[in-house]
T-cell receptor, first 114, second 110 residues
Framework: NAGVTQTPKFQVLKTGQSMTLQCAQD?????MSWYRQDPGMGLRLIHY???????DQGEVPNGYNVSRSTTEDFPLRLLSAAPSQTSVYFC?????????????FGPGTRLTVL | KNEVEQSPQNLTAQEGEFITINCSYS?????LHWLQQHPGGGIVSLFM???GKKKHGRLIATINIQEKHSSLHITASHPRDSAVYIC????????????FGKGTLLTVNP
């Protein structure tokens, strides 16, 4: 199993550009989430999904959209990138509740917005 | 919102030393996670516990629900243990959201 995969690993955007961060898991997990990690701060939840077709906002959802059309994929869309979105983004999945059983994290995407 | 505090922020040890990292939280929880993040970024789940103590190899995690405190211990530390250790809690009312501490950077010198 590949586990949780994320693409791209690195990305540089200009202010106002849009892009999609990809996340996929092959463990048939119902629960998936997106976090951002900034220096001096803990991981913060952006959006999460409890199953295909169901998504909800986390702690810092502004400027991001998500969808969950399949169990495997959970893309994160930046509609109009801003320098404040410069961060490292992690996707995670788990079998029972986002905070229940073991969380499996992807390798992360390092995003820089100029 | 639950506040999660970790101490120390940074810890340097010599190989073989016994390491303790602490995590305190402000509101009652239903579960606490310990995670490890190596340089280069990958995050791995070490433990999830809601009471008592768990052990895996040289790692031991304990939690005291009454005192709202958890500790992660590393016995016979090794340079490969160098990483950021992150505590995260699930508050009782929320099955879907974790609150994370800022992490403890551990450096083990040979």
């Amino acid at each position: 199993n590949a586990g949780v995969t994320q693409t791209p690993k690195f990305q540089v955007l200009k202010t106002g550009q849009s892009m999609t961060l990809q996340c996929a898991q092959d463990m048939n997990h119902e629960y998936m989430s997106w976090y951002r990690q900034d220096p001096g701060m803990g991981l913060r939840l952006i959006h999460y999904s409890v199953g295909a077709g169901i998504t909800d906002q986390g702690e810092v959802p502004n400027g991001y959209n998500v969808s969950r059309s399949t169990t495997e994929d959970f893309p994160l869309r930046l509609l109009s990138a801003a320098p404040s979105q410069t961060s490292v983004y992690f996707c995670a999945s788990s079998a029972q509740g986002l905070a229940g059983l073991e969380q499996f994290f992807g390798p992360g995407t390092r995003l820089t917005v100029l | 919102k639950n506040e999660v505090e970790q101490s120390p922020q940074n810890l340097t040890a010599q190989e073989g030393e016994f390491i303790t990292i602490n995590c305190s939280y402000s509101v009652g929880i239903s579960a606490l996670h310990w995670l490890q993040q190596h340089p280069g970024g990958g995050i791995v789940s070490l433990f999830m516990l809601s009471s008592g103590k768990k052990k895996h190899g040289r790692l031991i995690a304990t939690i005291n629900i009454q005192e709202k405190h958890s500790s992660l211990h590393i016995t016979a530390s090794h340079p490969r243990d160098s990483a950021v250790y992150i505590c995260a809690v699930r508050s009782g009312g929320s099955n879907y959201k974790l609150t994370f501490g800022k992490g403890t950077l551990l450096t083990v010198n040979p």
